[in-house]
C-alpha cells in the first residue's frame, strides 16, 4: 500500500494536470472559429509547445530552489490568476490580438507548472520506499493517462453548455483548490523538502557546470547510457504509429471503421489503454520479467507491426502492436524507477529536463525523417522501420549490461 502522504500529494499534481489538459482543446475549438483560424490554431499549438523547450533551464532553477513546498503553493495562485486574465481577454475581445495575448498568458503558466513539477518530484525519493517505488509510479501514469482522456472528453463537454470564458473561470478554479490543498499537507512536505540540498546556480559558468555533474551522474552506469539509447529508439517509432494508420487508412478506404476520424480515435484509444494495463502489470505480475526480454518483444513487435501493414493488414498489426505497447510500458516504468533511485535528489530538477528535452528533440527529429520518407513512399518507410526495428534486435540481443 503507498503511503498517504504520496497520494496526497500526487493528488494535488492530478488536479493540476486536469486544469492543464482541460482546456486545450476548448482554445483550439476557440481559435479555429476565428477569422484567421490557421494563425490563431498556430499560435495556441506554440503557446503549448515553446515551454517544452525550456526545461534544462527550468530544472536548474528547480535545483536551485530553497522553498520548494512555497513554489508549490504559489503556483495554484499564479496559474488560477493567469486564467481569470484569459477569460476575461476572450471576453473582452476575439481578434487574432487576443489569441495573441491568450497565448502568451498559456505559456507563462505552462512555464510555471513544469518548473514547479521539477521542483517537487525528488519528494518521491523520501515519501516512497524504494520496495514500492514502482508500484508508485505505476498508479501515476495510470491516473494521469485517464485524466488526460477524461479532460478532453469533459472539456468538449463544457464547452457545450458553457462558453469559452467561463471554462477559463472554471479552469482558474482547479488552480485555486491545488493551492488550498498544499496548505494542508504544508507542513509535511516542507519537513521533506528540508532533506534536499543544493547550490544556487546564478551565473551562466555554474549553470553548466551543474548541468554537466547532473548527466555525468545519470550516465556514470553503463546500463544507463545503453537504455538511453534504446529508450530513443522505441520513442521514435512510437511517434509515428497514429500518423502512418492515418495514411494507411487514406490509401485503403476499406480498413476504415466507420470513418478515417473515428478509425484514428479508436487507434489512439487503444495505445492509450494498452499503456496503462502495462503500467500495472510492470508493478505487479511482470516485475521480474527481464529487461532483455522486454526490449526484445517490444522491437519484435513494431517490427511485425510494419510488416503486417505491408500485408495491409493494418487492424491485425494494431492489436499486435498494442501487446507491444503494454510490454514497452513495462520498460517505461523500470526505467523511470531506475533513474530515480541512481540520481541525487539535488540534482532530478535538472536530469529530468534534460531527459524531457532529449526524448522530445531526438525522437522527434527521427520520427520525421521516418515520416518524410513515408511521404514519398509508404512501403520504403515499411522498409526502414523494419531495419531500424531489426537494427535494435540485433542491439539489445548483444547488449551486456541488460542481463540483470
Not at 496526497?8 to 482546456?23: C, K
Not at 501515476?140 to 453548455?161: C, E, R
Not at 496503462?276 to 502489470?281: A, E, R, T
Request: with cysteine; glycine share 6%.
Amino acid at each position: 500500500m503507498i503511503n498517504r502522504l504520496y497520494m496526497q500529494w500526487r493528488t494535488l499534481e492530478w488536479v493540476s494536470l486536469l486544469g492543464d489538459s482541460l482546456y486545450y482543446l476548448a482554445l483550439l475549438s476557440y481559435a479555429s472559429k476565428l477569422d484567421n483560424p490557421s494563425l490563431a490554431v498556430m499560435i495556441v499549438t506554440f503557446s503549448e509547445t515553446i515551454p517544452n523547450f525550456s526545461q534544462i533551464i527550468l530544472g536548474v532553477f528547480a535545483d536551485s530552489t530553497r522553498y520548494r513546498t512555497k513554489k508549490f503553493f504559489q503556483s495554484g495562485i499564479v496559474r488560477g490568476f493567469l486564467y481569470i486574465c484569459i477569460g476575461l481577454t476572450i471576453f473582452y475581445t476575439n481578434s487574432i490580438y487576443g489569441i495573441l495575448l491568450i497565448g502568451v498568458l498559456n505559456s507563462i503558466s505552462d512555464l510555471f507548472g513544469k518548473y514547479v513539477t521539477l521542483c517537487v518530484e525528488p519528494f518521491i525519493k523520501f515519501i516512497v520506499p524504494e520496495s514500492k517505488m514502482e508500484r508508485a509510479l505505476s498508479v501515476n501514469f495510470i491516473v494521469t493517462s485517464s485524466i488526460s482522456m477524461f479532460a478532453y472528453f469533459l472539456g468538449a463537454t463544457l464547452i457545450s453548455i458553457t462558453s469559452i470564458y467561463q471554462l477559463a473561470f472554471i479552469n482558474a478554479g482547479t488552480f485555486f483548490v491545488v493551492a488550498i490543498g498544499v496548505q494542508f499537507i504544508r507542513p509535511k512536505l516542507e519537513k521533506i523538502e528540508q532533506q534536499i540540498t543544493g547550490d544556487k546556480h546564478d551565473n551562466l559558468n555554474k549553470i553548466f557546470i551543474h548541468i554537466k555533474e547532473s548527466l555525468k551522474d545519470l550516465l556514470k552506469m553503463p546500463e544507463m547510457r545503453g537504455l538511453f539509447f534504446i529508450a530513443t529508439g522505441l520513442n521514435s517509432v512510437a511517434i509515428t504509429i497514429v500518423p502512418i494508420c492515418a495514411i494507411f487508412l487514406a490509401y485503403y478506404p476499406s480498413s476504415r471503421i466507420v470513418n478515417i476520424s473515428y478509425s484514428i480515435a479508436f487507434v489512439q484509444g487503444l495505445i492509450m489503454i494498452s499503456g496503462i494495463i502495462g503500467s500495472w502489470l510492470g508493478a505487479t505480475v511482470l516485475k521480474n520479467l527481464s529487461t532483455r526480454v522486454i526490449l526484445l518483444t517490444s522491437f519484435s513487435g513494431n517490427l511485425l507491426f510494419v510488416l503486417l501493414l505491408f500485408l495491409q493488414q493494418l487492424w491485425l498489426g494494431v492489436f499486435t502492436l498494442l501487446f507491444s505497447i503494454l510490454i514497452t510500458s513495462v520498460f517505461n516504468l523500470r526505467f523511470s524507477s531506475d533513474i530515480i533511485r541512481s540520481v541525487p535528489a539535488e540534482k532530478m530538477g535538472t536530469i529530468y529536463g534534460c531527459m524531457d528535452t532529449f526524448f522530445l528533440l531526438v525522437p522527434s527529429v527521427i520520427s520525421m525523417i521516418f515520416m518524410g520518407i513515408s511521404s514519398i513512399n509508404l512501403n520504403l518507410y515499411i522498409v526502414t522501420v523494419a531495419c531500424f526495428c531489426a537494427g535494435f534486435i540485433l542491439f539489445v540481443s548483444r547488449i551486456k549490461v541488460l542481463y540483470k
